[in-house]
């Protein structure tokens, strides 16, 4: 009998580490082949469980764990993709909270998941009314990863996608934030919003009283 959803909403729960390894694995092979998945969605709450279970694992403080969490959502989002959208609220703080990891793989992984997101999930714009809480997360490596990942955004999808009223004041905060390293992220991303919309964003700045110097 191949594992099927009702095997997986029970074992995700578990908290051994190698077990959470052993099912991961199962899990992104299963997800991976739409034959051996057709039970995938026929219990919305099921589906619901597991993917707040595979939260609790993106928060888990090992870190093989965090980012295997992370690649089965990534997982999750391939095999749903507009669907997954009823989610973006459960995952997105676990990510942003990520972004914030000691380790550099576990941040890279979690921006990488949020332009996942916005690739196969929901509109950009959409993703960042829900992320800029990030702006002002406790951990200063999260309101870091959210500058860095708005620069990422710019990048892959142009200013046109965004509404960057709604974000550059965030930015203005940020220049003032006590990390030197997230106010050098805030310009880097100023910097970026400059590229693409010129002029109009010196003015801005200039109305928010952000000195001709900075």
Not at 139 to 163: D, F, K, M
Not at 169 to 192: K, M, W, Y
């Amino acid at each position: 009998e191949p594992a099927g959803m009702d095997y997986f909403c029970d074992q995700v729960q578990q908290k051994d580490v190698g077990r959470r390894m052993q099912v991961g694995q199962e899990l992104l092979e299963y997800l991976g082949d739409p034959a051996r998945s057709p039970d995938l969605e026929q219990d919305q709450q099921r589906l619901d469980k597991v993917i707040d279970e595979l939260t609790t694992w993106v928060n888990s403080s090992n870190f093989k764990v965090a980012l295997l969490g992370l690649d089965v959502l990534g997982a999750f989002v391939s095999r749903l993709s507009g669907r997954f959208k009823h989610y973006i609220g459960t995952v997105l703080l676990p990510l942003i909270d990520r972004m914030g990891d000691a380790k550099d793989q576990v941040r890279e992984q979690a921006q990488n998941l949020i332009l996942k997101l916005m690739d196969e999930t929901a509109p950009p714009m959409y993703i960042w009314e829900r992320l800029a809480v990030g702006f002002k997360h406790k951990n200063y490596r999260s309101r870091e990863g959210v500058c860095l990942c708005l620069i990422a955004t710019l990048n892959i999808y142009g200013a046109q996608a965004l509404i960057l009223s709604k974000l550059v004041p965030h930015l203005c905060t940020a220049f003032g934030d006590s990390n030197s390293q997230v106010r050098d992220a805030a310009i880097l991303a100023v910097v970026e919003v400059y590229r693409h919309v010129g002029e109009k964003v010196r003015l801005d700045l200039t109305k928010r009283g952000i000195p001709p110097g900075r």
